[in-house]
């Protein structure tokens, strides 16, 4: 009876099937379950009519039994609400990253966009258009919106460096937060990977972000 199980749940709205047979192999029972948006009476009729035209199987109805499950969303759905609830967990969130020529020459302007709960921060620094000077305004940005985002604490940056390691690069960043009487110098990496820019942005929160929850 495989091949009727499978008929069935190739059914609009139906999750799954189970046939039930007797000694003789005769069908005694079919249990199907099915999406909470499914009428059981149209299940039934559909499931009459498929085994009837597919495999020329003729069943009563009484021997139909419909269940139904909680919606069931497709996984990109699932996929993504995740995603928001590991976002929503983090202390800090990263939105986006700019860089770009500013008015004078040899020169970029980095802009950072941070948000912390409901609220968003937006920062702009303008550094010399060399690999240090690009990182070092990345992350002065990134810590100029920790800064606004957290009213109650004083957030600076300290310096940014790339370093060598593990035959890879990365930014290394240390920053002095204040909060209350209490001032800490925290440091935080991240491997280059797109951007050194970015990662600047990425080292900035993996040094704060601890001492941020701690302070929520």
């Known amino acids: 009876m495989k091949r009727v199980e499978n008929l069935i749940t190739t059914l609009t709205g139906i999750l799954s099937a189970r046939v039930v047979t007797t ?7 079919v249990h199907v379950l099915t999406r909470s948006d499914m009428q ?10 498929a085994l009837m035209a597919q495999l020329g199987f003729k069943i009563d109805h009484r021997k139909i039994s419909v269940a139904q499950t909680a919606d069931v969303r497709p996984i990109e759905a699932l996929h993504e609400e995740a995603i928001s609830e590991r976002a929503k967990r983090r202390v800090v969130v990263f939105r986006s990253l700019e860089v770009r020529p500013a008015e004078r020459p040899q020169r970029v302007q980095v802009r950072v ?3 912390f709960g409901d609220k968003d921060a ?3 620094e303008v ?4 690999t240090r000077n690009r990182i070092e305004a990345a992350a002065r940005a990134a810590a100029a919106c920790l800064d606004t985002l957290l009213p109650d604490n004083s957030i600076a940056l300290e310096g940014a460096q790339i370093i060598d390691a ?7 960043v240390a920053v002095h ?8 110098l925290l440091t935080g990496t991240c491997e280059i990977r797109e951007s050194a ?3 600047a942005v990425l080292a900035v929160l993996d040094a704060t972000n601890r001492w941020v929850d701690a302070r929520r």
């Open 122 to 124: 937006q920062a702009d």
């Open 197 to 199: 820019e970015r990662s």
């Open 177 to 184: 937060g204040l909060g209350g009487r209490e001032a800490q």
């Open 40 to 49: 059981p009476k149209q299940v039934v009729r559909n499931i009459e009519s």
């Open 127 to 130: 550094g010399t258009d060399t």
């Open 113 to 115: 966009k941070l948000a």
């Open 166 to 172: 593990f035959d890879r690069k990365f930014v290394l």
């Open 23 to 29: 000694p003789l192999g005769e069908v005694s029972e």
